[in-house]
């Protein structure tokens, strides 16, 4: 069975008609794909990135599967390559919209910044999102996106430090999303699909280590390649590092208190995964509370 939109649930004090209406909704926004604007500002997909949306799906669909899911499968036409001129984000290379059901990458430089940077969106898309009905007005907003939690009313989702919405747990919820697609990545190395980028990068790498060149050697660098037309290199690298640290370490001393449980601490990652695909965050705050002590959630959560 597969599901027909990325929401998997509603809540509030809402009836089952428009419930219904909202799920409908859904569905026929995650059919659509000509949305207003967005073919002035993108650009068609190449054959071969084409072929890179298929192996993603294969594969974040195979993590829907190990925590027990149905396959989810998002079309190609729902993930919009942006042309470099016309992204308007700063700081951001893409952004997942469940509301719309589609995702907006920039325009990448190589295969393998597109690889990482759709897996990422497409965890997001492919983990637990629930909408709500806010308990003090009639609006439908965001209730969860993976570990993500947002308030009940617009009077607590407007407070959050320094202005803007509230949220919890955004910062844990990056980290496992970027730490999967970390994963991912570094399986790749042997996939035709990224050969000549996997190749560039151990070239340049090699010519980076002999003129120690370390901002270059740095391991969160996934790809290095150089500018047309110019000697200049760039480096790519993993995202949300601060995050991923704490993460790391949350794990690492997780899985050293309880070795008859966990392996290694990348075992300890698939509960924090399985929570944020299921929705279901019982085996996560157990396991935090009893490591770390009651109101570990509350605290880490919190912005």
Not at 47 to 72: H, S
Request: glycine share 4%.
């Amino acid at each position: 069975m597969e599901k027909f939109s990325s929401l998997d649930h509603v809540v509030g004090n809402i009836t089952e008609e428009e419930k219904n209406e909202i799920f409908e909704k859904r569905k026929k926004m995650f059919e659509t794909t000509d949305i207003e604007g967005l073919k002035k500002i993108e650009r068609e997909k190449t054959p071969e990135e084409k072929e890179v949306l298929l192996e993603i799906n294969e594969a974040t669909n195979k993590l829907r599967q190990k925590y027990g899911l149905e396959d989810f499968t998002i079309p190609e036409g729902n993930m919009h390559i942006i042309r470099k001129n016309e992204w308007a984000s700063q700081g951001e290379t893409a952004v997942a919209l469940p509301d719309l059901e589609c995702v907006l990458i920039h325009e990448p430089e190589r295969k393998i910044h597109f690889s990482k940077t759709a897996f990422h969106e497409m965890v997001h898309m492919k983990s637990y999102n629930a909408v709500q009905k806010l308990t003090d007005c009639n609006e439908i907003t965001a209730y969860r996106s993976g570990l993500m939690i947002f308030p009940r009313s617009q009077e607590k989702m407007k407070s959050a430090p320094g202005g803007g919405n509230l949220d919890y747990f955004r910062d844990m919820n990056e980290a496992v999303t970027e730490e999967l697609a970390r994963r991912y990545v570094m399986s790749q190395i042997d996939n035709p699909l990224y050969r000549d980028d996997f190749s560039e990068t151990r070239q340049l790498r090699e010519i980076a280590r002999q003129n120690e060149m370390k901002a270059f050697l740095d391991e969160e660098v996934f790809s290095l390649y150089n500018v047309p037309g110019t000697d200049e290199i760039h480096a790519e690298k993993f995202g949300y590092k601060n995050f991923r640290t704490a993460l790391y370490q949350i794990r690492k001393t997780i899985a050293e208190k309880y070795p008859e449980k966990f392996k290694s601490s990348e075992e300890v990652l698939d509960v924090f995964a399985r929570a944020m695909f299921t929705g279901h965050m019982f085996e996560l705050s157990n396991l935090m509370e009893e490591t770390f002590g009651k109101g570990t959630m509350r605290a880490i959560g919190t912005p």
